[in-house]
């Protein structure tokens, strides 16, 4: 190019160049010198967010959602090390972001300047990668960078720190740039001998299941998952960061593994003899007590990262690749199998299975006194609203229930906080959402506890027309360490009762923000107050479902127990001995 320009104007250039049409994030002084060129930019949106916490988990949504890097920015200290929880949130769940954070200038670095923190220190643990410039010229190498590493091999977040005075120096701009990634080699074609011996032992097993994680959504897997399904017969379960991989209304579909999975998804992985492990990392919240996890089970474990291969639960024929590419790998080398006479001989291990999933179906408590349950009302939302909306979690018992009583028929439409469970993530992250994809219906389903962690986002949406729309599940407490009160700590109810119910009035708030605010109270007006929001999308939507407090999440492992003692209520396990009554 030539021409002489400032290291924040080659920021800019180089987010351009890198694809970047949407930016959430809050100036400041380090960072100020990026805003001004941002101004003039005439691809780039930046949505001044009211934390920067909302910047963090509206750039996860985004990713989430589309597929596509999300991107948030803050200024130096407090405004980058609020961003940390979104970072360890992407981390955790493999979700490419990257943000961008301003720093003191150079010369004051290590001086405790006025709002200085070591962010590429703090985060070098919860990102893929942190970088630190200080120098203009290497700015467009450096977001070239961590554009390139949030989105291949795992997914995950990037965060690039810029100096102010790299920010304010002149500089040219280069584009494409030369990258430099020493040691970083991700593997995404799979060993061919390995795919043929995993088509063996598919072949060979009687009681195999297809352990689906996440990483099939971010492989963008799913269409050759439902080929080797169908193609096998094999029984699928879907962890929760996978729903939506495989459809639930699919007959080879047992449900949700887990603390709160489906009965019949549990116990098809306790029984099984064969893990087909795609892109899953055996998370204590599936395996529950490790040594007792699938006892009888050899596994085939595919993922792109090899350090979580081997690392919960030894693999018999480990596979690094990436799922897009292993799967129809798997698919020819299983065909061949069927081509020379092998035939999976699964009957045995279907009438089992089918036993469970018709004895131990999903359900949940009615209420005498006509109070509404938590899960009529997400059961109901889920119907009405249809497959093709997007829907964003909380933490806690809301996020079960939306796992378990919302039918995901699609990739992507279901996003949640899995690895680190971060309340606050609902409506920040359908913001996002709503964001990259504006034609979807979005819905956030929080919590009365969550919602207050993270509803000034309703401003930003109210003010820059992105008219989400929010279930809020209100029992007036933090209702999963409510559950685990009265289940483990004898009902004494320590610090959960959030009086929400009377503070703050959620429809009021709603209102003050902008927002349409609608009030539920009872299960005979869950349809038409569901409806009416559906109607509303001139402004974001909350809905205060008022439910009762005692509503459980059930089935649940207890921590630290084994997937065999799952409870369906409370004191009652399951009997899955598979010998009829």
């Known amino acids: 190019m030539g021409e002489k320009i400032t290291g924040a104007q080659s920021l800019v250039y180089a987010m351009e160049a890198a694809g970047v049409t949407d930016v959430f994030g809050i100036p400041g002084g380090a960072i100020l010198p990026l805003y001004d060129p941002l101004m003039d930019s005439q691809k780039i949106r930046h949505i001044l967010v009211r934390h920067e916490q909302g910047a963090g988990h509206a750039a996860e949504g985004f990713a989430a959602a589309t597929g596509r890097v999300g991107v948030c920015m803050a200024t130096s200290g407090p405004g980058a090390t609020n961003l940390v929880t979104p970072l360890a949130d992407a981390n955790m769940d493999s979700v490419p972001i990257v943000a961008i954070t301003g720093q003191v200038p150079s010369g004051s670095i290590g001086t405790d300047a006025f709002q200085e923190a070591d962010i590429r220190g703090i985060t070098m643990p919860i990102t893929k990668h942190s970088f630190l410039v200080t120098n203009a010229d290497d700015i467009p190498r450096a977001i070239a960078e961590a554009f390139h590493l949030a989105a291949t091999g795992r997914p995950g977040p990037v965060l690039v720190d810029v100096s102010k005075d790299a920010l304010q120096a002149e500089t040219e701009f280069h584009w494409p740039v030369q990258m430099d990634l020493p040691g970083y080699h991700p593997i995404t074609k799979p060993h061919a001998k390995q795919v043929r011996e995993a088509a063996k032992m598919i072949m060979a097993a009687k009681r195999p299941v297809l352990y689906v994680g996440g990483g099939v959504i971010r492989a963008n897997a799913s269409g050759p998952l439902r080929r080797l399904a169908e193609m096998t017969g094999i029984p699928v379960v879907t962890t929760l960061m996978a729903r939506g991989a495989f459809p639930d209304s699919h007959p080879l579909h047992m449900g949700m593994p887990g603390m709160h999975g489906t009965v019949a998804a549990v116990g098809a992985l306790q029984k099984s003899d064969l893990l087909i492990t795609l892109g899953a990392r055996f ?228 209102e003050a923000y902008s927002c349409h605010g609608l009030r539920c109270e009872s299960p005979d007006q869950v349809d038409a107050t569901i409806e009416k929001a559906m109607s509303l999308n001139d402004a974001p939507v909350v809905i205060d479902f008022v439910v009762h407090k005692d509503a459980m999440v059930w089935p649940m492992v207890a921590a630290g127990t084994s997937n065999d003692e799952i409870m369906v209520a409370r004191e009652m396990a399951p009997d899955w001995s598979g010998e009829d009554d």
């Open 283 to 510: 998370d204590d919240r599936v395996t529950g007590k490790l040594s007792t996890f699938a006892p009888d089970a050899q596994i085939i474990h595919a993922d792109i990262d090899p350090a979580e291969i081997g690392k919960n639960r030894q693999a018999d024929v480990p596979i690094v690749g990436d799922l897009a590419e292993i799967i129809p790998e798997l698919i020819l080398a299983i065909e061949a199998e069927q081509i020379a006479g092998k035939v999976g001989e699964y009957e045995e291990w279907w009438t089992l299975l089918s036993r469970m999933r018709a004895t131990y179906p999903l359900g949940y408590e009615t209420y005498d006194d006509g109070s509404l349950s938590p899960q009529y009302a997400i059961q109901r939302l889920g119907i009405i609203s249809g497959s093709d909306t997007i829907f964003a979690a909380g933490v806690g018992q809301h996020q079960m229930w939306a796992a378990q009583f919302i039918n995901y028929e699609h990739p992507k439409t279901w996003l949640n906080s899995g690895g680190l469970g971060t309340m606050g993530f609902a409506v920040p992250a359908a913001m996002g959402a709503k964001v990259g994809r504006p034609d979807a219906t979005v819905w956030a389903i929080d919590g009365d506890g969550c919602f207050q962690m993270t509803n000034q986002e309703l401003a930003t949406c109210a003010i820059n027309d992105i008219p989400i729309k929010v279930a809020l599940i209100n029992n007036g407490n933090l209702g999963m360490v409510r559950q685990w009160q009265t289940l483990f700590y004898n009902e004494r109810y320590s610090n959960t009762n959030l009086d929400s119910h009377r503070i703050p009035d959620f429809v009021k708030l709603a």
